[in-house]
């Protein structure tokens, strides 16, 4: 029986590349669930982060926040094109529908496509404008003016994700529009997202956070083995995949210094966020035709397109 009182359902956050979806989903769900980094198209998956919200008519709800990639206005490779199904599947099943705009960056003609598309989305449709710290506030209504001519949308936000400055504020208007209904997950998860995969997330974080523009845009870990020990410990070996030799020798660094110390923060964060002791050891791999490997593609969430 349905309970009168909570309300649930997805919310498919959407946008151009680095308008800081991620970090929003973070600040949300009060915890990380989605890596984060300066490089364009960090998010390759739909990472699903859940929040809970107490509303002002003394109801609970579950937002079910669906982070998905970046939307490219033109995908040329397969990865790419991938990505961008993932994104749009997102959005299409979605209770409610959130654009972020990186207001700083204005509306490009990216963000113009994706608002033609969401033209047919029948879900509600929010506008969330991130980044405003660093925004004058009359260029902020100019771009609400712009953005509500070309989609009229149920409600514009002003945030600042990174500072959680009208995060709040965005949350408790998400979680009003769901529909009632139980929860659709334990109250205390906060990710939707298997270990393998989230170990996975992780190291590619701090690959992105040290290589910079060194990294190879086509870059993949792979959790190859993950095993519970009898101390509580967990063992976790990953494959870094590259496809050149020469991307294999930025990776592992002066006497493999770097690799070292890609794996060191990583093991780091993973024992903060499971709890538990972690040793982590990490492979750099040369896989020339990995980007065309629908194995790969599936164990990351995405349908491989021919």
Request: without cysteine; charged residues 25%; glycine residues 6%.
């Amino acid at each position: 029986m349905t309970a009168p009182n909570t309300r649930a359902g997805f919310v498919a956050i959407v946008g151009a590349p680095n308008a800081g979806k991620s970090t929003l989903v973070n600040a949300m769900v009060g915890s990380k669930v989605s890596i984060v980094s300066p490089k364009v198209q960090t998010t390759r998956m739909r990472v699903i982060g859940i929040a809970m919200a107490d509303l002002a008519d003394g109801a609970r709800a579950q937002v079910v926040l669906v982070d998905t990639p970046g939307i490219f206005r033109v995908a040329k490779r397969r990865l790419e094109r991938a990505m961008v199904a993932a994104a749009w599947r997102g959005a299409e099943d979605a209770d409610v529908v959130a654009l972020v705009v990186d207001a700083e960056r204005g509306v490009g003609q990216e963000t113009r496509a994706i608002v033609e598309r969401l033209k047919e989305s029948r879900a509600p449709r929010f506008l969330i404008l991130n980044k405003i710290d660093v925004v004058p506030r009359e260029n902020l209504l100019a771009l609400t003016s712009e953005l509500n001519a070309l989609l009229p949308f149920e409600r514009t936000f002003m945030v600042s994700a990174l500072k959680h400055d009208g995060v709040p504020d965005v949350l408790a208007t998400l979680a009003a529009a769901l529909p009632p209904g139980p929860f659709l997950y334990p109250e205390d998860q906060a990710a939707d997202l298997p270990l393998r995969l989230l170990a996975a997330e992780v190291t590619r974080e701090q690959v992105f956070l040290q290589l910079h523009q060194e990294l190879p845009y086509e870059a993949a870990v792979e959790t190859e083995k993950w095993e519970d020990r009898p101390d509580g410990s967990v063992r976790i070996e990953q494959t870094i995949h590259v496809q050149r030799d020469g991307q294999r020798a930025i990776f592992l660094g002066k006497g493999g210094a770097r690799i070292k110390q890609i794996g060191a923060r990583a093991r780091h964060e993973l024992a903060e966020m499971l709890e538990r002791p972690v040793h982590l050891f990490l492979h750099v791999k040369v896989s020339e035709r990995w980007a065309d490997d629908p194995a790969h593609y599936r164990a990351i969430g995405l349908d491989y397109e021919p």
